[in-house]
């Protein structure tokens, strides 16, 4: 199992328990935890990236774990905003 294989997946794993989470608990107040989810995930990214101690293909599994995460959150942003439509208003007001 190569280094990309292992350490990107439990970033997106992390990130989809997040969306999860914010999409019980957090109601109308969705767009105010998914960036906290993200910035969670970003660090997550750069403390397991970082203790892999190799540099071959460090920025391809930042990419790989970043870009998981904002797919991941993105499709989460737009059903939340699909369930919860008012929080739009609250947010441009």
């Given at each position: 199992?190569?280094?990309?294989s292992?350490?990107?997946?439990?970033?997106?794993?992390?990130?989809?328990?997040?969306?999860?989470?914010?999409g019980?608990?957090?109601?109308?107040?969705?767009?105010?935890?998914?960036?906290?989810?993200?910035?969670?995930?970003?660090?997550?990214?750069?403390?397991?990236?970082?203790?892999?101690?190799?540099?071959?293909?460090?920025?391809?599994?930042?990419?790989?774990?970043?870009?998981?995460?904002?797919?991941?959150?993105?499709?989460?942003?737009?059903?939340?905003?699909?369930?919860?439509?008012?929080?739009?208003?609250?947010?441009?007001?």
């Amino acid at each position: 199992m190569s280094a990309r294989s292992r350490s990107v997946p439990p970033v997106w794993l992390v990130a989809l328990a997040g969306a999860i989470l914010v999409g019980v608990f957090a109601g109308d107040r969705f767009l105010t935890w998914i960036p906290v989810v993200a910035a969670g995930a970003l660090l997550l990214t750069f403390v397991i990236q970082l203790s892999l101690q190799r540099k071959e293909g460090l920025v391809s599994r930042i990419i790989a774990s970043v870009g998981g995460v904002l797919v991941i959150l993105g499709v989460t942003t737009v059903v939340l905003i699909l369930l919860h439509p008012t929080s739009l208003g609250r947010l441009f007001s």
